[in-house]
């Protein structure tokens, strides 16, 4: 493990644990907990949140896809802000998936194509909408559903991923009504100086470091089609990564993907990387009320 890893599971949960102390669960959510939906029965693991309101009727579904720089999070850090999300009238999934370096990708996308799996498997029991199934995802885990999404969605990518990855075809038995990526890193490049990290990410994320055929197998933005889901894209004037938010919105424009394109904060409120994740702050929620109204435009 690098010092990268080492030093961003530290500062992360160490940020974290500050963002959501004294937080629990809203009296208004029914969650069902480490529900087992893969293979591995440390880190496939997952939770289910419901607004009670709602008894037994099937919600439209969002899956989160949590961030962490590939190395760092699980489930249980981002259960709070999955928790408002249900709040807001939806079934939220939230799932912890293998991480870097110990499992190298694309164990997170089997991980993340596996929870769909379950969720076809499992809706009547927990009241899944598997018709109006949404995703969110920030930081790295934007770039894991967009890789994702690819897999599902570009035959040509999802036969160059499998070989490498010797993964089992994606499920399709569900397909998104849209996605929301916030804050996301949709690339990575050996050459990007401007992060003096970016050697140790790749050794750790990659199983041989970043050639050139696994730089482009991880690079989101190369094997988008007019196929990738309705999008929301969502970064800040604080956020380190939102250059990649313009290079993404260009790239679906290109193709002609359906987008919706969000900037919020300002200089004098730059708010920050993954802002939307903490559920005390006006602007997080002024955030997800977005994105879920978004889902509900295309909610069938």
């Known amino acids: 493990m690098s010092k990268f890893s080492e030093i961003t599971r530290k500062n992360f949960s160490e940020s974290d644990k500050k963002r959501d102390a004294g937080l629990t669960t809203p009296d208004d959510i029914e969650r069902y907990d480490d529900i ?11 939770d289910v949140y419901r607004p009670k309101e709602y008894g037994d009727k099937k919600l439209p579904v969002i899956v989160s896809v949590h961030g962490g720089g590939w190395v760092y999070g699980d489930k249980g850090v981002y259960q709070y802000y999955c928790m408002s999300l249900a709040e807001r009238g939806f079934a939220v999934v939230n799932f912890t998936y293998r991480l870097a370096p110990e499992y190298k990708f694309p164990a997170s996308v089997e991980d993340t194509d596996n929870v769909f799996r379950w969720i076809y498997d499992n809706a009547e029991t927990y009241g899944l909408d598997t018709e109006n199934v949404f995703a969110v995802g920030d930081s790295a885990g934007a770039h894991i559903l967009g890789v994702y999404s690819n897999f599902m969605t570009n035959k040509e990518y999802e036969k160059k991923l499998m070989e490498y990855g010797q993964i089992k075809e994606p499920q399709d038995k569900i397909s998104f009504r849209a996605i929301a990526l916030n804050c996301g890193k949709y690339s990575l490049d050996k050459a990007d100086e401007s992060n003096p990290d970016t050697e140790d990410i790749l050794n750790d994320f990659l199983a041989n470091g970043g050639y050139e055929e696994e730089l482009n197998l991880v690079n989101v933005l190369e094997h988008i ?3 990738f889901p309705t999008a929301y894209i969502m970064t800040c004037y604080g956020d380190f990564l939102k250059s990649e938010a313009g290079k ?3 790239k679906l424009e290109e193709v002609g993907v359906p987008f919706e394109y969000h900037f919020y904060g300002s200089k004098d409120n730059p708010l920050g990387h993954v802002f939307h994740c903490n559920v005390r702050i006006e602007d997080g929620k002024k955030c997800n009320d977005d994105e ?3 889902f509900r435009k295309h909610i069938d």
Request: charged share 20%; net charge negative.
């Open 36 to 46: 087992v939906y893969g293979a591995d029965e440390v880190w496939n693991l997952l």
């Open 292 to 294: 879920c109204g978004f």
């Open 248 to 250: 993404l919105t260009s």
């Open 225 to 227: 089609t007019d196929k």
